[in-house]
């Protein structure tokens, strides 16, 4: 009977010192950092990936020694089944707990992409068949009706429509979901900026409004002159003179335009040549950004129907045929 009693008191002791070893074992695992000898590791979680999966993946990576105390780890804090899926950053230090709250978290890696001020809707879906983060759902150079019926538009137009900005993204998303957000994006710009619009603007609707910002963001790279500009413009449309901008002759005038624009090209008759038609063209013929949306629906007053480009990025602003044929000796054929 005592080596009966002996024997149990050595089993319960060792049962003990077994489960004391375990717990340390697994305090260790809590507090000891990840193996991440090279800095920062991009992780990326699969859709559909497991628990075991993850600790599995981890473990083949080098970042866990005992993959089963991860697995643990997740049971105890109740998240074995909240892993999502993603890219996440793991930074230099952390831990197994800090691990598992980053994957079961959804704060994945964040991308970015920009749309370019005065862009085409040709130049961004360009961009966007070249960039290789995207899952590609549209062609490089699909039709202007294709792409605004997969948007859910079929009869609009798709130039200018796309807030040109940097847009944030996650892996999976494709080129299409980035222009229903810069679609849905310039939508916004409209109604907010249409909504405050000066009063008395010789335009009819946002559209024409979107039209008028896409040609003088074309005119002007600079901020300040983007609502004197649209003033020009605002005050011919008001006195029914032609807008005369070389910007919508070359987007009419598509491939065929080498870079030089000539006299020919000037009276060629095309919808969108406003040497040859009044008013705005049909549509815009490129993105326009905020600035010039604001500028267009608050133009700068003054007399200014002319301007020239001085060479520095810049223009001259002229009230008269005569002050304007002078600056463009000045500036274009360098006659003082």
């Known amino acids: 009977m005592r080596a009966l009693l002996l024997l149990l008191v050595v089993s319960v002791f060792a049962g003990g010192l077994i489960a004391g070893g375990a717990w340390m074992e697994y305090q260790d695992f809590l507090s000891e950092p ?45 998240r074995a089944t909240s892993i999502k899926a993603g890219e996440y950053e793991l930074p230099p230090g952390i831990t197994p707990p800090g691990l598992l709250e980053l994957v079961t978290s959804g704060k994945v890696v964040q991308r970015a992409f920009t749309l370019v001020e005065g862009w085409t809707y040709r130049q961004a879906l360009a961009a966007l068949a070249k960039d290789k983060r ?72 946002p559209y024409e409004a979107l039209i008028l910002a896409s040609i003088v963001e074309k005119e002007t790279g600079l901020a300040v002159e983007r609502p004197i500009i649209a003033g020009v413009f605002i005050r011919r449309l008001d006195l029914g003179m032609k807008l005369q901008t070389d910007p919508t002759v070359i987007y009419g005038l598509g491939e065929r335009f080498d870079g030089n624009l000539t006299r020919a090209h000037l009276r060629g008759d095309t919808p969108y040549n406003t040497y040859v038609h009044q008013g705005l063209p049909p549509t815009p013929i490129a993105l326009p950004g905020r600035d010039a949306i604001h500028g267009v629906l608050h133009p700068q007053e003054g007399k200014s129907l002319y301007f020239v480009a001085k060479g520095d990025g810049s223009h001259h602003f002229s009230a008269t045929v005569a002050e304007h044929n002078r600056a463009v000796r000045r500036y274009q054929l360098k006659k003082q």
């Open 34 to 78: 990840l193996a991440l000898d090279r800095g920062p590791l991009v992780l990326d979680v699969e859709r559909g990936t497991s628990l075991r999966g993850l600790s599995e993946a981890l473990t083949e990576l080098g970042l866990l020694e005992h993959p089963y105390l991860f697995i643990a780890m997740a049971y105890l804090e109740d």
């Open 134 to 205: 995207f899952e590609h759902l549209l062609g490089e150079d699909p039709a202007a009706q294709t792409v605004m019926t997969r948007l859910g538009y079929p009869e609009e137009h798709p130039e200018g429509r796309f807030l040109p900005e940097t847009y944030h993204f996650s892996k999976g998303t494709s080129d299409l979901d980035l222009l229903r957000r810069a679609y849905e994006a310039m939508e916004q710009v409209l109604e907010k900026e249409w909504g405050q619009r000066e009063a008395e603007l010789p335009l009819k609707s």
